[in-house]
Structure formats: C-alpha cells, structure tokens
C-alpha cells in the first residue's frame, strides 16, 4: 500500500496507456488474421499522416530519448550535430526512396525486405539473397531490441523502484503482446499515436531542467560554468557549451551516418513505405515526418547536457559514466508524480513503438523469408508460426537484456551499421538501376558486413586514431563499391527487359 500510494499517478498514467495499446492489439486481431497481406503490410491501406507519426514514432526510440539524450551529460550540446544527420537521412528515405518503393514494392507483390530482393532481381542468386538478408535482420535486431528493452528498464528502475529483470519483461512481453495481437495494423496505428505523445514529451522533457533551477537564465549559467569532471577526471568548464571540446567531430559524425542511414536501409523504417495507402498521403508525409523528428532531437539531444544543473558532483561524476541512466535519474529528482508520469508514457511509446516494427520484422524475416523458401506453408499457418517465432526471439531478447553486451548508443549504432552495409547498395540499386544484378546485391551484403565486422571487433580499437571512426563508414563506401563493380561484372544476370519494364513502370511507345 505505500509503494502505492508513492506511485499511484505514474502506476495510473502507465496502465491507462498500456491498456490503450492492448486494446489496439485486440481491436485488429480479427483483420490482421484474414491473409499474409494484412499482418505483414496492413493491406497498404494507412493513411499518410499515420505513417508519417508511424515512421517518426518507430526511427527515434527510448534509445534516442534515453541511451542518446543521456550521451549529452558527457558529450555536451555538440551532441545535437547528431540529429542533424538524421534529420537530412530522414529527408532522403522520404523524398528519394520512399515513392518509389511504394511503387516497385506493390507491383511487385512484396511484403517483406527480403522478398523486395528476391522478386527485384530474379536471378539465380534471388532465393540467397533473401535468406542471407533475413539472418541480416536476426542478427542486427538481436542488438536494436536489446538497447530497447535495456533503456525501458532503467527508467523503471529509476522512476518505479522496480527491479531491471521485470522491467524489461514487462516491456518485452506486453509489447509483444499487442504486436502479436494485431499485426502491422495495432503496429501501425499504435505507432501513429505514440508519435503524438513523444512529440509533445520531447518539448516537456527539455523543460524540465529549467523548472527545476527556476529558470532558463540560471540554468544556462550552471551548464556554462559547472565544476563536474569529464569521465577521465578533467573539470568540464564551459566544454558542455563549446563545439567538439568533449567529444569530437570524427565521433558525432560516426554515430549520425550510423544511426541515421538506418532510415535509408533498416526495414523497419523501409517496410513502412509498403503501407501508406497513395500518392497524395505520401506527398504530406514527405513534409511532414522530418519536421516532427527535427523538432523532437532539437529537444532530446540537449537534455542530457543540461542535467547537470539538477545534478551535485557526486552525481555528476556517477552519472557522466553511466549515462543510460540519466534521463532516470532527471524524472526522480524532480520528482514530479503527473510530470513524471507523463514522460513515462512518452518514453515507453519511444520504445515501444521501435520494439513492435522490429518484432513483426523478426518473425516475418523467420517465417516469410527463411522458412517458406525452405519449405512453403499455407497462408494461415505462416501467419500462425510469425506469432509464435515473435514470443521466442522476444524470450531470446529479454535473456540478453539481463547481460547486455554494451551501452545504448553503442549498442544502436552497431545494429544501425550492420543495416547499412548489408542493405543499402542492394535497396538502392533495386529502386534506381536497371543494370543492378543479383550476383551484386548478394555479394556486396557479404562484403560490406565482414568490412563492417572486421572493422569493429579486429581494427577500430587497436590501430592509432581510428577510435571514433564508426564502422558504418568504411563497412558502408567498402560495399557500395562492391555492388557496382560486382553489377558491372555480372551484366549477364540482369533480369529481363520485360521484368525491368514491369519494375521500373516503363511505358512502351
């Protein structure tokens, strides 16, 4: 009764949300269940403003308001630079991808990324393709859900008392619930209404600081002249408000190339073009999905930042080398019940948003791509298997929680890397280049994820200076370089002209 009794207005503001997002789940069942179609794509019937929240909602998780926002406690307002690249990625998936994979993808039957690969280059490698980006998405997401289930629950831990492990099963399992429920549809939908609330939160949570000192004026002096210590024990001085003086310009640009240009090649971004339901609602999502993600980091990135006018030198020093925890550790010193459990609710539609897109992925990934191409099932069985391959990754993710391999932003940026390297070249081909070949796409995914690899665990800690250049940027030039020259090479698997006019919407005279 007096936990309560201390908890009553966040336990109420996060019930009411969860019980919202369930019901989505319960509302759609019936629809999602009819055929592949509607649990996978959501019949490509979603109106544009819904995508466009949906898209918002699902790129930027607690892992931007937590794991990204936290960063700046040690990285400082330079850590906004960040957002910028993502916000011009953002402009490029929508203005140059976007339309026409909307296209390709409904002419050509497509419903998953790797089906687009198949069914695009029908060549002898297609089937390849397909699976090997499959076990990409497996691989890649494993971290991604990691770092989301692992943000939810040290805000849990933080503002709820609540221990890690049943934070982060409470995440995973009720998001999983609802995903399984309803398909693309309670994704979707749930997506659109989770990006209202983050945008408003967004505005809430860079407010925070200030109400707590009294004011922008003084707030701003206290970052300016705090006494904290960097994590090597440096005073920090005016470096919060000094450009790459805390962390440097090779490092903010690493981790916006490699978290943003997933907007370019991760499928959980990419799936949402195959939804949206015409021209004209993609033309308002056009304009309207980089103004929602631009406003929103302008806000979250310099939270972190400006924590350390709530935050006394024993805090400081704890918390600038456990920055995961910072956004916690903000909400529980205001300690404001209705505040508190209104950024609660935000932060848990930031994770659970990305969480649900990534968990249909998984298992349309196990059973749409690997599965029926082994062994082909009828329609309502490979619905009936997605679901239950959904609760056992989820299982498998939760385990990985308890021991998490790395921090959010490192965690992100890894699985954001991979994404790039393996998909990109092949997406971007397949959309643009008629001479694009299967021979192409398929190698260029082998050789941009071992660069990628090779460069993380075997090279970028061991060689002088080449600490903050992430690995997306070499495992990126190494297999776009790759997919042109193996394409030129290999002209000979080409699809067929008449394949190539039907995808490409060639008009003959």
């Given at each position: 009764m007096e936990y309560i009794a201390k908890y009553w207005v966040?336990?109420?503001?996060?019930?009411?949300?969860?019980?919202?997002?369930?019901?989505?789940?319960?509302?759609?069942?019936?629809?999602?269940?009819?055929?592949?179609?509607?649990?996978?794509?959501?019949?490509?019937?979603?109106?544009?403003?819904?995508?466009?929240?949906?898209?918002?909602?699902?790129?930027?998780?607690?892992n931007t308001y937590i794991g990204q926002a936290g960063f700046s406690f040690q990285a400082g307002l330079s850590w906004a630079w960040v957002g910028f690249y993502w916000v011009v990625f953002c402009m490029i998936s929508w203005l140059l991808l976007g339309p026409r994979m909307r296209v390709q993808t409904a002419k050509l039957k497509s419903v998953t990324i790797p089906d687009y690969f198949d069914y695009r280059y029908k060549s002898s490698f297609s089937k390849a393709i397909r699976m090997f980006s499959a076990v990409i998405i497996l691989f890649a997401t494993l971290w991604y859900m990691t770092a989301i289930a692992k943000g939810c629950a040290h805000l849990l831990v933080s503002t709820l008392g609540m221990s890690y492990a049943w934070g982060a099963f409470l995440v995973i399992f009720i998001t999983t619930l609802y995903s399984v429920l309803g398909g693309m549809y309670s994704v979707l939908w749930t997506d659109a209404v989770q990006g209202l609330i983050m945008f408003f939160v967004a505005i809430l949570m860079v407010m925070i600081p200030a109400m707590y000192v009294g004011g922008w004026e003084p707030l701003m002096y206290s970052v300016a002249h705090t006494p904290h210590l960097t994590p090597k024990g440096q005073p920090m001085g005016n470096g919060l408000m000094t450009f790459c003086t805390l962390v440097s310009f090779a490092y903010i640009t690493s981790i916006g190339l490699a978290v943003g240009m997933k907007q370019i090649s991760e499928p959980r971004c990419l799936i949402r073009f195959y939804s949206i339901d015409n021209a004209k609602s993609m033309k308002f999502a056009m304009i309207a999905t980089?103004?929602?993600?631009?406003?929103?980091?302008?806000?979250?990135?310099?939270?972190?930042?400006?924590?350390?006018?709530m935050a006394t030198d024993q805090e400081a020093s704890y918390l600038v080398k456990h920055t995961d925890e910072v956004i916690g550790f903000m909400l529980a010193k205001f300690n404001n019940p209705w505040v508190t459990g209104c950024v609660m609710a935000g932060l848990f539609a930031a994770g659970m948003s990305s969480y649900a897109a990534v968990s249909i992925i998984v298992g349309t990934a196990i059973v749409g791509d690997i599965w029926t191409v082994i062994k082909p099932l009828e329609p309502k069985k490979q619905v009936s298997y997605t679901k239950r391959l959904m609760w056992i990754y989820s299982a498998i993710v939760f385990i990985i929680t308890l021991y998490p391999p790395a921090g959010i932003v490192e965690l992100t940026a890894f699985s954001g890397a991979v994404f790039t390297a393996g998909f990109f070249p092949a997406v971007f081909g397949g959309l643009f280049f008629r001479w694009g070949t299967g021979k192409g796409a398929f190698w260029s995914m082998i050789i941009g994820i071992a660069t990628t690899v090779i460069w993380r665990f075997g090279l970028r800690f061991y060689l002088p200076g080449m600490k903050d250049i992430h690995e997306i940027i070499p495992g990126f030039i190494v297999s776009l370089i790759a997919y042109f020259i193996i394409c030129k090479l290999t002209a000979s698997d080409k699809p067929d002209e008449e394949h190539l006019d039907h995808v490409f919407h060639t008009k003959k005279s």
């Open positions: 966040i336990l109420v503001i996060m019930i009411v949300y969860t019980a919202f997002c369930l019901l989505i789940g319960q509302w759609f069942k019936k629809k999602a269940a009819e055929n592949v179609d509607a649990f996978y794509v959501a019949k490509r019937e979603i109106p544009g403003w819904a995508i466009s929240l949906a898209f918002f909602s699902t790129f930027i998780s607690t980089p103004i929602f993600l631009g406003v929103s980091l302008a806000c979250v990135f310099a939270v972190g930042a400006l924590v350390h006018g």
